[in-house]
């Protein structure tokens, strides 16, 4: 085992997430290895202050005062607001009559769909829900989705390009399971969520930020993808580049 591979399962080693073997693989490197074996006891040490820190803080009176001064006084509508209220009741309206509406409703749409997709994505960093198959190895990750979901999500090995494959778990974006696909890039998590669309239409990736994470979005072959993390966005779109690219090569094959 490598200090890449290592320190990427250090953190599962921590929360007790690793089965009997990867453990021990890591514990016997971690023997061996002085570097990694000061930062598992780096990160122990951080839980311990976390766990035992107090980490409530109240809020000044003053302070309060000040924010309550600061926010905007609540009034009552006035009779002209209250008319340019139908109005725009009577211009959706017609707006609806054109299919225009439904345009507008379908961006909704995508944008709640994005955020249950970045809500999800913030699930996963939280300790023991990142992966439900945990692996390096793509032959395993793969085969671990079947029978799972409609389709199997492409499990694709990037470590050469400097994308470490974690592992992979079910997740739940619109009601509906899907698969994500998690990757690392240095101490970056990306999870790859995939679903299955009716739409054959190709999508070219395009990025977005929200809560504060990267999202690079776009569909091929039958397949919905969101790539989400806090890498830069340049990071992420050479991920997906390399991803589709590999997923190519793959299909040519």
Same mark, same amino acid.
């Given at each position: 085992?490598?200090?890449?591979?290592?320190?990427? /399962?250090?953190?599962?080693?921590?929360?007790?997430?690793?089965?009997?073997?990867?453990?021990?693989?890591?514990?016997?490197?971690?023997?061996?290895?002085?570097?990694?074996?000061?930062? *598992?006891?780096?990160?122990?040490?951080?839980?311990?202050? %976390?766990?035992?820190?107090?980490?409530?803080?109240?809020?000044?009176?003053?302070?309060?005062? +000040?924010?309550?001064?600061?926010?905007?006084?609540? +009034?009552?509508?006035?009779?002209?607001?209250?008319?340019?209220?139908?109005?725009?009741?009577?211009?959706?309206?017609?707006?609806?009559?054109?299919? /225009? %509406?439904?345009?507008?409703?379908?961006?909704?749409?995508?944008?709640?769909?994005?955020?249950?997709?970045?809500?999800?994505?913030? +699930?996963? /960093?939280?300790?023991?829900?990142?992966?439900?198959?945990?692996?390096?190895?793509?032959?395993? %990750?793969?085969?671990?989705?079947?029978? $799972?979901?409609? &389709?199997?999500?492409?499990?694709?090995?990037?470590?050469?390009?400097?994308?470490?494959?974690?592992?992979?778990? *079910?997740?739940?974006?619109?009601?509906?399971?899907?698969?994500? &696909?998690?990757?690392?890039?240095?101490?970056?998590?990306?999870?790859?969520?995939?679903?299955?669309?009716?739409?054959?239409?190709?999508?070219?990736? +395009?990025?977005?930020?929200?809560?504060?994470?990267?999202?690079?979005?776009?569909?091929?072959?039958?397949?919905?993808?969101?790539?989400?993390?806090?890498?830069?966005?340049?990071?992420?779109?050479?991920?997906?580049? $390399?991803?589709?690219?590999?997923?190519?090569?793959?299909?040519?094959?």
């Amino acid at each position: 085992m490598t200090c890449e591979e290592a320190e990427i /399962l250090l953190h599962a080693l921590i929360d007790g997430e690793l089965d009997a073997g990867h453990a021990r693989e890591v514990e016997a490197h971690v023997a061996n290895c002085p570097r990694c074996a000061a930062e *598992l006891a780096a990160y122990r040490e951080m839980g311990r202050a %976390v766990a035992t820190a107090d980490l409530r803080y109240a809020a000044p009176a003053a302070l309060r005062a +000040r924010i309550e001064a600061a926010l905007p006084q609540t +009034r009552q509508p006035s009779r002209r607001a209250v008319l340019r209220g139908f109005a725009m009741g009577s211009a959706v309206s017609a707006l609806a009559a054109t299919g /225009l %509406v439904a345009i507008v409703l379908r961006q909704d749409d995508q944008q709640r769909i994005l955020s249950e997709v970045v809500s999800a994505h913030l +699930r996963s /960093l939280q300790a023991g829900h990142l992966t439900d198959v945990l692996s390096t190895d793509q032959h395993t %990750v793969k085969p671990w989705f079947n029978g $799972k979901l409609d &389709v199997a999500p492409p499990v694709i090995d990037l470590t050469a390009q400097g994308f470490t494959l974690v592992g992979g778990r *079910l997740d739940y974006v619109d009601a509906r399971a899907i698969g994500a &696909v998690v990757y690392r890039r240095r101490q970056h998590v990306i999870n790859l969520f995939v679903a299955q669309t009716a739409s054959p239409e190709h999508r070219p990736p +395009r990025t977005e930020t929200m809560q504060g994470f990267n999202c690079r979005r776009w569909s091929n072959r039958g397949l919905n993808f969101w790539a989400v993390s806090d890498l830069g966005a340049d990071e992420l779109a050479e991920f997906v580049d $390399k991803f589709e690219a590999a997923m190519q090569r793959n299909t040519e094959g």
